[in-house]
């Protein structure tokens, strides 16, 4: 025993006497209060601390440093590369466009504004109505037109029974007056049995009866020639009512524009208010003469018309396979052909301006939800490689200027150098790994501020 616990000892006071419980601890033992007891006591809680500290630690190392590690190795998002063969695809992104189609014109009238029209992408048959525009306009004026030309039929008609009117008193005056001529002829003629006084008389009458039929007969001409030449303005005025109300009436019959043909019809843009503000026309809208506002496109020759870029013109060539996904409908592709490329680049009214060649691919079959103008993407197969193993594209790094896959092992992800053999925009055909093999789609050392090599 040390120095220490002896003049603990010495100085400890005197227990109390008194009957210790009978118990299974101070049976055939020390008394509960004896410095050997309480040393003993103190060496046991030292040994259960330490204990207590190390299996802390040990728990505290394999929670931190054992996810560490099976993060390194685990969590990383992987693909598994594949082979089979490698489809070598240029894109090209467009719409859908058609080959022929019916345009619907605005009709030849003025002032025309839309009242009323047939639901946009919408089957209609031939002759049903499609566009109506406002005719109260031209309803007012066919009414005032109509007025006018009544009132015209009635001058007219009332300039030809004043004509007759006429025509039958001259008649009436002229025969009399023939009369009277032949009367004065006969007496005359009695100039052998009267005075040479009543003879002279007689002739003077006859001459007289004479001139007045002259004036009358040239009286009458006149009158017929004033009756033609009113009934000539009346009849022209009349003519002239007619054609105006025949107009009104032709621009109110074409304010309503049927279907030339059954389809789908699609409405034109209105560039009204500027290219960059250009909508479909609507109903309201305000329409010039002669202006396209619709058209029925024919269904069964649909076209996607994509812009292909320069660098990629070299590859392309009619007569390509092509596979055909539109935005409306991603679950299918259509298989189709390249159609052809134009020639020259064309500027888009985009801003900025672009020019690009515009490539044309057909569809490999009909189908009836498919409209103009829906946008799409073609991937055109320039290339085909029958054996080949490829992983995404996310899936290939650069390790010193070479393409390198990171495969994930027991002590990291390790950077394996591999060969490009072609390149498409989401995946890419490698050599240097085995198909199945799996390749992680993160550079976690890169976005760490690490730096490794393969190893």
Known sequence: ??????????????????????????????????????????????????????????????????????????????????????????????????????????????????????????????????????????????????????????????????????????????????QSVEVAKLEVSKAEILSAIQAEDNRISLALVEQKLKVKQAAAAFNAASAKSKIGAAASQKNKAQAEVDLIRDRVARTEIRAPGSGVITFSMNYSQGWMNAKPFKVGDSVWPGSAVAEIPNLEGLRLKGKAEEIDRGRMSPGQDVQVTLDPFPEKKYAGKLDRISPLTEQSWEWPPTRSFRAFATLGETDNRLRPQMNGRMDIIVDRLPDAVSVPAKAVFARDGRPVVLVPGKQGPRAVHVEVLARNPDEVAVRGIAAGAEVALVDEAREAGKKGGPK
């Open 1 to 178: 025993m040390s120095e220490k616990a002896a003049g603990v000892l010495e100085e400890a006071p005197p227990p109390v006497e008194q009957a210790p419980a009978v118990t299974g601890e101070n049976v055939g033992s020390e008394p509960a209060g004896s410095p050997k007891r309480r040393f003993r006591r103190q060496t046991v809680l030292s040994w259960a601390a330490s204990v207590i500290l190390l299996a802390a630690s040990v728990i505290l190392a394999i929670t931190v440093f054992r996810p560490a590690a099976a993060t390194t190795s685990t969590s990383l998002p992987l693909a598994t590369a594949r082979r089979g063969e490698f489809l070598v695809k240029v894109t090209c992104r467009g719409e859908l466009v058609a080959d022929s189609s019916v345009q619907i014109t605005a009709p030849n009238v003025p002032n025309l504004t839309i009242v009323w029209m047939a639901p946009a992408n919408s089957a209609v048959k031939e002759g049903e109505p499609v566009v109506r525009f406002d005719s109260s306009g031209a309803q007012r004026q066919l009414k005032e037109k109509e007025a006018a030309l009544a009132q015209a039929a009635a001058s007219f008609e009332q300039a030809e029974a004043e004509a007759g009117i006429t025509a039958e008193q001259d008649k009436l005056e002229l025969a009399t007056l023939k």
